[in-house]
């Protein structure tokens, strides 16, 4: 896949089937738009995701804190995997978000070539949001290609939709999010020196810090499957407390620790993936060090079982 990203002036030589939109966490109603994607693929036409840098509401809404299902990293990642040619990261800049909405279909049909347009019925662009599927649709013959608005997928009633598992990870019932995502929500990152005291309870930890727009499920630990990513990438399963420990005295920022179940290696500076399957309790603060060790002690045994049963079912 190639990723065009950091600018404005983006250009695509060959005739493309576009699907736009934010995509955050490209979850199970994403996939829907993909498979049709994929249908037009084989009639020749490369693939091609638009999005934009940011999440247009955090400059149109200032909705600056506003968190993420998947960093732009991530998201690279999981297009790669769905097959897609293109992915076109594209700054939200202000030029952009005041231009008119014919003048977005205009640019964005001449650069891309764009023969067909994917996009769900929800989809907005332009200035003030003026844009939609059927103004797409109002100027297809004008440009020269055809546009499919996809209805989105719904559980019990309701969208299936990127707010919808936001709302879902950040109570916590985490494998009610996997279900919607139609995969385990995770976090990658490279693995960095801790304070070792994971270490020192005989317990020892891989640590990560996320990046500050990356959504995380409420501080706890939570049983996980973590991939260690290499010449040979491995997979383990493992136990993961997400937040800032406060049994340890100081000010500690807040990271993901994952304590890989039969696996002794360093692995400091390597890339790791932790999906989060199933969360075992809220995070806490003990009296000492001897008792967090016996509570870490009961969540591995906990977890071992939990990931164990799984494993079986798989």
């Known amino acids: 896949m190639e990723y065009i990203r950091h600018t404005t002036d983006f250009h695509i030589d060959q005739k493309t089937v576009v699907s736009l939109g934010k995509f955050d966490g490209i979850h199970r109603g994403h996939g829907y738009l993909l498979e049709y994607l994929e249908e037009k693929k084989r009639s020749g036409l490369k693939t091609v ?5 940011i999440p247009p509401k955090r400059r149109t809404c200032g909705l600056k804190d506003e968190k993420v299902l998947t960093t732009n990293e991530e998201k690279m990642q999981l297009f790669a995997q769905y097959g897609i040619d293109y992915l076109v990261e594209c700054p939200f ?13 205009e640019m964005i049909v001449k650069r891309l070539q764009i023969k067909s347009l994917v996009v769900g019925k929800d989809f907005h662009f332009g200035k003030d949001r003026r844009g939609d599927y059927r103004m797409l649709q109002q100027f297809a013959d004008t440009y020269g290609y055809e546009v499919e608005a996809v209805d989105k997928i719904q ?9 919808f598992i936001r709302e879902e990870v950040s109570a916590g019932r985490i494998e009610h999010a996997n279900e919607l995502l139609g995969y385990h929500y995770f976090v990658e990152g490279i693995v960095v020196h801790g304070n070792e005291i994971g270490r020192t309870l005989n317990v020892p930890t891989a ?14 630990v939570y049983v996980t ?3 260690v990513f290499g010449r040979d990438s491995q997979v383990y399963g493992g136990i993961t407390n997400v937040g ?18 039969h696996f002794e290696n360093q692995i400091y ?11 075992v309790r809220p995070e806490k603060k003990f009296s000492s060090l001897e008792e967090l060790k016996a509570q870490m002690q009961k969540d591995i045994q906990y977890g071992g079982n939990y990931y164990a049963n799984i494993t079986k079912m798989c």
């Open 244 to 261: 800032c420990k406060p049994t340890i005295k100081g000010v500690n920022p807040v990271g993901v620790e994952t304590h890989l179940f």
């Open 155 to 163: 559980e019990n009633g309701r969208d299936i939709s990127s707010t």
């Open 207 to 220: 640590n990560l810090i996320p990046e500050e727009d990356k959504l995380l499920p409420p501080f706890g």
């Open 269 to 279: 500076g390597s890339r790791i993936k932790v999906e989060f399957l199933s969360m």
């Open 49 to 53: 995701i638009f999005t934009f840098d």
């Open 93 to 105: 800049t202000k030029e952009l978000m005041q231009m008119e909405p014919e003048d977005f279909i």
């Open 225 to 227: 499957r973590t991939t």
